[in-house]
T-cell receptor, first 116, second 115 residues
Framework: AQTVTQSQPEMSVQEAETVTLSCTYDTSESNYYLFWYKQPPSRQMILVIRQEAYKQQNATENRFSVNFQKAAKSFSLKISDSQLGDTAMYFCAFTPRSYNTDKLIFGTGTRLQVFP | DSGVTQTPKHLITATGQRVTLRCSPRSGDLSVYWYQQSLDQGLQFLIHYYNGEERAKGNILERFSAQQFPDLHSELNLSSLELGDSALYFC??????????????FGPGTRLTVT
């Protein structure tokens, strides 16, 4: 079975500091995609960053970057210069590259609180 | 604004009833996905449609059904509702055919409360 594990239910960070959220996954697939989604209090799901498993280079989007370790099946999210607006639930998600569906398999989420 | 619309935003109904949730994907997107977010089950994939064709089913109960119409909007039908069906139901759409890990754009969700 394909699973995604987020072992940190809650985290907190001070404004302008850096925080790293952990994610591990389990799959026998060799080709797949990984995502981090953000869900602020408004409940809207927003894509933060996307990584293709066959690409060695870690994805980066402004203050957000990932540390993708394929052998360890680890996909952590680093948020630099944290801002109050980063307060949200963060979900790690996985989708195998298939010929039929790219459904998302989500982890249980990490609630991040950014303090002033 | 993701471009995906869902109606209604909130729905309160009684056990045993039937409801229909509606989703309009982003312009041009052929894939529609339904997800359920509940406190005990987290975010779970329900079903994926591509251009009217069912592509995959997740942990979707037999009491639930969905379809995608020729104009690409989709409906999720929930029947014989139980208290445990109370959840936030998301629709998402993408430009992908189901193979390429395209970004999925989520609608604002429909909050279903079963009393």
């Amino acid at each position: 079975a394909q699973t995604v594990t987020q072992s940190q239910p809650e985290m907190s960070v001070q404004e302008a500091e850096t925080v790293t959220l952990s994610c591990t996954y389990d799959t026998s697939e060799s080709n797949y995609y990984l995502f981090w989604y953000k869900q602020p209090p408004s409940r809207q799901m927003i894509l933060v960053i996307r990584q293709e498993a066959y690409k060695q280079q870690n994805a980066t989007e402004n203050r957000f970057s990932v540390n993708f370790q394929k052998a360890a099946k680890s996909f952590s999210l680093k948020i630099s210069d944290s801002q109050l607006g980063d307060t949200a639930m963060y979900f790690c998600a996985f989708t195998p590259r298939s010929y039929n569906t790219d459904k998302l398999i989500f982890g249980t989420g990490t609630r991040l609180q950014v303090f002033p | 604004d993701s471009g995906v619309t869902q109606t209604p935003k909130h729905l309160i109904t009684a056990t045993g009833q039937r409801v229909t949730l509606r989703c309009s994907p982003r312009s041009g997107d052929l894939s529609v996905y339904w997800y359920q977010q509940s406190l005990d089950q987290g975010l779970q994939f329900l079903i994926h449609y591509y251009n009217g064709e069912e592509r995959a089913k997740g942990n979707i109960l037999e009491r639930f059904s969905a379809q995608q119409f020729p104009d690409l909007h989709s409906e999720l039908n929930l029947s014989s509702l139980e208290l445990g069906d109370s959840a936030l139901y998301f629709c998402a759409s993408s430009a992908g055919t189901g193979t390429g890990g395209y970004e999925q754009y989520f609608g604002p969700g429909t909050r279903l409360t079963v009393t």
